[in-house]
């Protein structure tokens, strides 16, 4: 696993790579919210079929939550 800063990079460029190639932003499947909420930043993957994962980016360290439906 990558450490924090090296993961947030990672998923930013994913997202951004995810808005720069898609042809409509409402079939986008990675985000990354800077905003989330206070002092926290949040990655998301959702593919449409059920499975997602959320990466939350927090003063006190890195949650990581995914689902695979199969």
């Given at each position: 696993?990558?450490?924090?800063?090296?993961?947030?990079?990672?998923?930013?460029?994913?997202?951004?790579?995810?808005?720069a190639?898609?042809?409509?932003?409402?079939?986008?499947?990675?985000?990354?919210?800077?905003?989330?909420s206070?002092?926290?930043?949040?990655?998301?993957?959702?593919?449409?079929?059920?499975?997602?994962?959320?990466?939350?980016?927090?003063?006190?360290?890195?949650?990581?939550?995914?689902?695979?439906?199969?």
């Open positions: 696993m990558p450490d924090p800063a090296q993961l947030r990079a990672h998923l930013r460029a994913l997202a951004a790579l995810d808005r190639i898609g042809d409509d932003p409402r079939f986008c499947q990675y985000t990354f919210d800077g905003t989330w206070p002092a926290v930043e949040a990655a998301l993957m959702e593919n449409g079929s059920g499975d997602d994962f959320a990466v939350l980016f927090t003063p006190a360290g890195v949650l990581i939550r995914g689902f695979d439906h199969e």
